[in-house]
């Protein structure tokens, strides 16, 4: 077989499966057998045509787990063998610059990530660089590997914010993100820990969590008699609103930090009140993906079991059927990942 499938999403809102030839790696390249692809919010954003809309057509998906299928004959290949299973981290930077020296790989001026920038996991094979392929278990099943990238993102921003034992969380929506959020504060320690989201049934799926609130009156209310009056250490916003990052300036304590992780569309701003954020000396952090030891870590937890991913597993769509999955997405809020599988 010279041939392969690939979802190229030749304009917002449209796929085409197109036969492609399957690509050969280069010297220091990894051919995968993609075997699953998870449908990510960022993706849903490109479909809309809100978010890199100007590298169309491409073919999405950053989610992605799959087998080495070939390699090339380069030293970064050599560590690698034909058949294992294996996760990518799909961040390329430079390797030289600023930011790549200081291992700050997501602002490197020139990085590209898979399935955004260039094209990614929604097709049956993926030349990657070998070096950023992470071998996994033959015993994890795909459907909890593809999982490993979005829960990097997450072990990425509790770091980022420092969160520890006995911190008060907030976690502004209870989506996937949201979900995979309140389970890591769970295992890491932070307590307690309270998520909104106005979907009721959302909310109260969101394992771990001390207290799940979907009513946005009765929100500032169940954060202050947690916390002492206080307000949360740390309040986490996982949906891209901007009224609820202004929500999260009314729930953060003194000296207290708001983790900014949800994508807001391209023109909304955040109406930062400069003066209270001074006297109170909050602060405010983005952070945008998992990379390099965030992915490692996210592959650790998954493997050992500390995360529930059953409500992330059960949706799926074959590859021909991928126009379908993406415009039911909304129709199915049940579902809190939907994966794409390439069998």
Not at 13 to 32: M, S, T
Not at 120 to 144: M, N, S, T
Not at 315 to 341: G, N
Request: charged residues 20%; aromatic residues 4%.
């Amino acid at each position: 077989m010279d041939s392969m499938k690939a979802a190229v999403l030749v304009a917002p809102g449209r796929f085409v499966i197109e036969a492609r030839p399957i690509p050969r790696p280069g010297p220091d390249e990894a051919l995968l057998r993609i075997q699953r692809c998870g449908i990510c919010g960022t993706d849903l954003h490109i479909f809309r045509g809100r978010y890199s809309s100007e590298h169309l057509p491409m073919v999405p998906g950053h989610e992605f787990t799959g087998t080495v299928a070939a390699l090339g004959s380069g030293p970064a290949a050599a560590r690698l063998r034909i058949g294992q299973k294996a996760v990518v981290d799909t961040n390329i930077g430079c390797g030289s610059c600023y930011w790549c020296r200081r291992n700050e790989i997501l602002n490197c001026p020139t990085m590209r990530q898979m399935g955004i920038h260039a094209d990614g996991g929604f097709a049956e094979y993926l030349v990657v660089p070998a070096r950023l392929v992470i071998p996994a278990p033959d015993d994890v099943p795909d459907a909890v590997l593809a999982l490993t990238e979005p829960l990097a993102c997450v072990v990425r921003a509790a770091r980022k914010a420092r969160i520890s034992f006995g911190q008060s969380v907030v976690v502004l929506g209870a989506g996937p993100i949201g979900n995979l959020h309140v389970q890591l504060l769970r295992t890491i320690g932070a307590a307690p820990i309270i998520v909104f989201d106005t979907a009721a049934g959302r909310a109260a799926q969101a394992v771990g969590a001390d207290h799940a609130v979907s009513d946005p009156a009765a929100l500032h209310g169940v954060v202050m008699a947690a916390t002492g009056g206080r307000g949360a250490d740390v309040v986490i916003e996982s949906v891209g609103s901007a009224a609820l990052y202004r929500r999260a300036q009314t729930l953060v304590r003194n000296g207290g930090h708001i983790a900014a992780f949800g994508l807001t569309g391209p023109d909304e701003a955040l109406e930062l009140d400069i003066l209270t954020t001074v006297l109170r000396e909050n602060s405010v952090k983005g952070s945008v993906a998992g990379m390099g030891e965030n992915m490692h870590d996210a592959l650790t937890l998954l493997m050992h079991g500390r995360i529930d991913t059953d409500l992330f597993t059960r949706a799926a769509f074959r590859l021909d059927d991928i126009q379908e999955a993406f415009d039911s997405f909304a129709d199915r809020p049940d579902d809190l990942k939907t994966q794409i599988v390439m069998d």
